[in-house]
């Protein structure tokens, strides 16, 4: 038997992840402004906030698409029903579904 999970349960984890995922990224924005900054734009400092922009917006634009998740078809999630009609009678068969 499947084992039940309360929503908030999930909703936590999913901002969880969220939350991690857009310090990662703004982390990287900056580790990547910072290296800009100091060996091509000769210390400058826009190079650094650009980065953190960039990985803030990508850190939130991943936690839109993962909190809206449930709303998405995924085609792994698909189970495909065929009715193929029996030669012999009015019966049809159907198919076992095929997981992708």
């Given at each position: 038997?499947?084992?039940?999970?309360?929503?908030?349960?999930?909703?936590?984890?999913?901002?969880?992840?969220?939350?991690?995922?857009?310090?990662?990224?703004?982390?990287?924005?900056?580790?990547?402004?910072?290296?800009?900054s100091l060996f091509?734009?000769?210390?400058?400092?826009?190079?650094?906030?650009?980065g953190l922009g960039?990985?803030?917006?990508?850190?939130?634009?991943?936690?839109?698409?993962?909190?809206?998740?449930?709303y998405l078809v995924?085609?792994?999630?698909?189970?495909?029903?065929?009715?193929?009609?029996?030669?012999?009678?009015?019966?049809?068969?159907?198919?076992?579904?095929?997981?992708?």
């Open positions: 038997m499947a084992t039940v999970s309360k929503s908030e349960d999930i909703l936590g984890r999913k901002v969880d992840l969220c939350i991690a995922d857009t310090l990662i990224k703004i982390g990287g924005g900056l580790a990547t402004g910072a290296v800009f091509l734009f000769k210390r400058k400092t826009w190079p650094i906030t650009l960039f990985g803030a917006g990508m850190g939130s634009m991943n936690c839109q698409n993962k909190l809206n998740e449930p995924m085609a792994t999630r698909v189970k495909v029903k065929s009715v193929i009609p029996d030669k012999v009678g009015d019966t049809t068969v159907v198919e076992n579904p095929v997981v992708a």
